[in-house]
Antibody, heavy 125, light 109 residues
Framework: EVQLVESGGGLVQPGGSLRLSCAASGFTFSSYSMNWVRQAPGKGLEWVSYISSSSSTIYYADSVKGRFTISRDNAKNSLYLQMNSLRAEDTAVYYC??????????????????WGQGTLVTVSS | SSELTQDPAVSVALGQTVRITCQGDSLRSYYASWYQQKPGQAPVLVIYGKNNRPSGIPDRFSGSSSGNTASLTITGAQAEDEADYYCNSRDSSGNHLYVFGTGTKVTVL
């Protein structure tokens, strides 16, 4: 079964740090790009960060650039998100999601599947 | 613009058809993918590419696209289809890699 399981969430004070992990199983982790997506309480989905299969390409949303660092360990089938200088507005459920892609003539399709169950990060004093 | 705009809420009678739309410039360059999210659960992929359903997704879910608009149609809506639905695509503006739609709450009456 293809599965992603996040961990590492919790309560942290503003300005603090937290490291999220995402354990992958059931597929060849090293062959896929991965993403972090978050959802603030009662709000919509927000893409946070992307890392290619070999870690050679990384992207961040402007809202976290310079504060968050995405990484992966293909030997451990694991994805990480190091979050520093946390703010109240970073409070959210954080999901890891596998990116998939298909290229056909004149079109490229991208999608996220599967998603983990999410881990809650609360930034509050 | 890197936004994907969806109607906040729609309702549909049990067994009837509902269409959810997603508008944005990025959809002229990329197909949208669609996700269903029920309260307290992670999003689930329901449509990707031109009109593809992952295994396990009922065939009452279908997708289409024209110009800057992508649509998700539920034909013969069931009570279990009541959920939030989000579209998503790569961001052609270059501002971000990906952008999500604002989300549509579907209520089945």
């Amino acid at each position: 079964e293809v599965q992603l399981v996040e961990s590492g969430g919790g309560l942290v004070q503003p300005g603090g740090s937290l490291r999220l992990s995402c354990a992958a199983s059931g597929f060849t982790f090293s062959s896929y790009s991965m993403n972090w997506v978050r959802q603030a309480p009662g709000k919509g989905l927000e893409w946070v960060s992307y890392i290619s299969s070999s870690s050679s390409t990384i992207y961040y949303a402007d809202s976290v650039k310079g504060r968050f660092t995405i990484s992966r360990d293909n030997a451990k089938n694991s994805l990480y998100l190091q979050m520093n200088s946390l703010r109240a507005e970073d409070t959210a459920v954080y999901y890891c999601a596998r990116e998939d892609i298909v290229v056909v003539p004149a079109a490229i399709s991208y999608w996220f599947d599967p998603w983990g169950q999410g881990t809650l990060v609360t930034v509050s004093s | 613009s890197s936004e994907l705009t969806q109607d906040p809420a729609v309702s549909v009678a049990l067994g009837q058809t509902v269409r959810i739309t997603c508008q944005g410039d990025s959809l002229r360059s990329y197909y949208a993918s669609w996700y269903q999210q029920k309260p307290g659960q992670a999003p689930v992929l329901v449509i990707y590419g031109k009109n593809n359903r992952p295994s396990g997704i009922p065939d009452r879910f279908s997708g289409s696209s024209s110009g800057n608009t992508a649509s998700l149609t539920i034909t013969g809506a069931q009570a279990e289809d009541e959920a939030d639905y989000y579209c998503n695509s790569r961001d052609s503006s270059g501002n971000h890699l990906y952008v999500f739609g604002t989300g549509t709450k579907v209520t089945v009456l």
